[in-house]
């Protein structure tokens, strides 16, 4: 694995997943209301759909699906514009959230009648078979959609909000008011806690199967990055850490989180867990981990998805102890 020395760490980050779009951005356009509104009605201007935080794929292999304005006008029509995500060289890209439409179980319906043989799928659920750069764009959409889903009202007057700025702001629509919010990222960290040749790993009461993964939490206002680690794994585990080392980010906007990968040393094995958050958490040896990971796949101990962070702080972990 291969990093840019001149920017190890944006290149850390830059091979998780959902950390790339391949779409530049184009900030700069996005208060030209004439050349937002030229782009949304070019021909090969692709809007990606958005229904209650899920994203429309092929079925099978998975291949993002896009609309086009003008085949789908009646669509767009009555609602707020699409928000403008970027440039992939000259096509632009825009989401819409389609999710004011009954779409039948898991958005079934709606797929069927948008395209054929597609379907809404949640994307936490998505393997690393689709291509990169179009996990990355359907992320993004999507935490674009849920944002402006979640912001309708303003939060401190709570008149109507509408968007602007090609869906990178919502205003306040009471003038005495005039509040505006942006996209919000929350950051979470995430952290692989070790000992020597020991990893710390912690199986949810979420998850049915035993899937055991790395502890991780929300940035507290007024917290440092470090001291949110070290506060989250002593709540969820009894375990003091020191030496807090970033590894990488990646965006996970289900709904809006940023998680922020670390590593940190345990200054002892003993552990007391919560078991409200918990159904277990133990030390792992590197040794039985990485016949794990060789072997073939087993229901009776799982580890994360190869799509997160978390499977690779631990991956990471375990070549470089190799
Ligand atoms: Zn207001």
Redesign the pocket.
């Given at each position: 694995m291969s990093s840019a020395p001149h920017a190890p760490r944006l290149a850390r980050s830059e091979l998780n997943f959902f950390a790339e779009s391949g779409l530049d951005r184009a900030s700069e356009k996005r208060k030209d209301q004439g050349w937002i509104r030229a782009q949304l009605f070019e021909r090969g201007s692709c809007i990606v759909p958005v229904w209650r935080e899920r994203c429309l794929v092929t079925a099978g292999e998975p291949r993002a699906v896009f609309l086009s304005s003008a085949e789908h006008w009646s669509v767009f029509e009555t609602r707020e514009p699409p928000t403008f995500l970027g440039l992939a060289g000259e096509t632009a890209y825009f989401a819409f959230d389609l999710s004011h439409l009954e779409g039948g179980s898991e958005g079934a319906d709606l797929a069927g009648q948008l395209a054929h043989g597609a379907a809404f799928l949640d994307l936490r659920t998505l393997s690393t078979r689709i291509d990169r750069n179009q996990g990355g764009l359907l992320a993004y959409a999507s935490g674009m959609m849920t944002w402006h889903r979640r912001h309708r009202f303003?939060g401190?007057?709570?008149?109507p909000t509408e968007s602007r700025d090609a869906g990178f702001m919502r205003a306040?629509t009471?003038e005495t008011?005039?509040?505006q919010q942006f996209p919000r990222t929350d950051p979470a960290v995430i952290m692989l806690v070790t000992h020597g040749d020991r990893c710390l790993l912690g199986r949810s009461h979420r998850f049915p199967l035993p899937f055991y993964s790395t502890l991780a939490g929300f940035v507290e206002p007024g917290e440092t990055l470090e001291h949110a680690v070290a506060r989250e794994v002593f709540e969820e585990a009894g375990v003091r850490v020191q030496n807090v080392r970033y590894h990488s980010s990646q965006p996970w906007p289900f709904p809006t989180s940023l998680m922020l990968g670390f590593y940190a040393d345990a200054e002892s094995l003993e552990i007391i867990f919560d078991r409200e958050e918990l159904v277990d958490c133990r030390w792992f040896e590197r040794r039985w981990l990485i016949e794990k990971t060789a072997g073939p796949p087993d229901d009776s101990f799982r580890l994360p998805r190869a799509i997160s962070i978390a499977r690779r702080l631990l991956d990471d972990w375990l070549v470089a102890a190799a």
């Open positions: 303003c401190a007057c709570g008149a306040c009471n008011c005039g509040l």
